[in-house]
């Protein structure tokens, strides 16, 4: 298979996800050798099928992406099956809380997902550039609320904050390596509401909160951004594509701004 990627390598952690496994999807379209990682076989399985039928390469391992010896024991298994690691794409979801505004949110419910975004992404970061080639990269996913404030999303906004900051600064340690790092900032993506995501747990509170259906709320958020719909699937994984790609070669620290214009840089 021939493609932009074609002789690379990437890991894709959160691959039994809907935006993992898109991303993982369209790597393979595109000539890499992929490597998934999750923590639930049965999604990662289907995943890789999907990517064997269409004549793409790709193995599945169970990781869970807190666990600093499992993160690295998995880069050190793929660096030793293909020769080394070309994409890092980090797509690892939490399920945590939100909609409660900061005078009852416990700080348990605040550290949660600054924990685990910050570590996940810490973690599969570091295993993976001990590997990585010269001309690598290291993809990373948030979402706009990294830049948004109201009440009942300070923990995530915090997460999403500390993960473009973590990206910015490895442009500056792995530069000198030929190692790039590029940010996805995403808005929601509709389709993730059906293809194995947590965004229904997520967003579902937030739409019985506000008194309206999940659908009125997705509505909603599409008619607040200047093109008036939101991301979809496919615009997501080719555009860690091109991060990912010898066309992107100049570009690190970036943020991909994926939010349809409810944020302008």
């Known amino acids: 298979m021939q493609g932009e990627l074609t002789g690379k390598v990437a890991v894709v952690h959160g691959g039994s996800g809907a935006i993992g496994g898109a991303v ?4 393979a379209r595109e000539g890499a050798r992929v ?3 999750a923590r639930g076989r049965e999604r990662l399985d289907a995943t890789v099928a999907a990517i064997a039928a269409a004549g793409g390469s790709a193995e599945a391992d169970c990781v869970d992406a807190l666990d600093e010896a499992a993160v690295d024991a998995h880069a050190d298994h793929v660096a030793a099956r293909a020769g080394g690691i070309d994409i890092a794409f ?3 979801g939490f399920m945590h809380v939100q909609g409660v505004p900061l005078a009852e949110l416990s700080l348990d419910a605040f550290e949660l997902p600054v924990h685990r975004y910050i570590r996940s992404h810490y973690l599969i970061a570091q295993a993976a550039a001990a590997h ?3 001309g690598g990269a290291i993809l990373s996913l948030v979402t706009p609320v990294a830049r948004m404030t109201g009440p009942g999303y ?12 973590l990206s910015r600064h490895m442009a500056g340690e792995l530069g000198a390596r030929g190692i790039r790092t590029v ?3 995403s808005h929601a993506i509709p389709e993730t509401l059906q293809h194995g995501s947590h965004a229904r747990e997520v967003f579902q509170p937030q739409a019985d909160a506000a008194g309206m259906s ?20 496919d615009e997501i994984a080719g555009a860690a ?6 066309r992107a070669a100049s570009m690190t620290g970036a943020i991909l701004n994926l939010t349809s214009g409810v944020l302008l840089d």
């Open 132 to 134: 990585m080639r010269a």
């Open 90 to 92: 980090n797509a690892v």
């Open 154 to 165: 300070l923990g995530h906004c915090v997460a999403c904050a500390g993960v473009e900051a």
């Open 24 to 27: 993982a999807r369209a790597f």
């Open 183 to 185: 940010c996805l900032r």
């Open 35 to 37: 490597f998934l990682a």
């Open 241 to 246: 594509v091109y991060a990912a790609s010898d």
């Open 214 to 233: 999940l659908d009125e709320m997705m509505r909603g958020a599409a008619e607040s951004t200047l093109l008036k719909r939101l991301p979809s699937l």
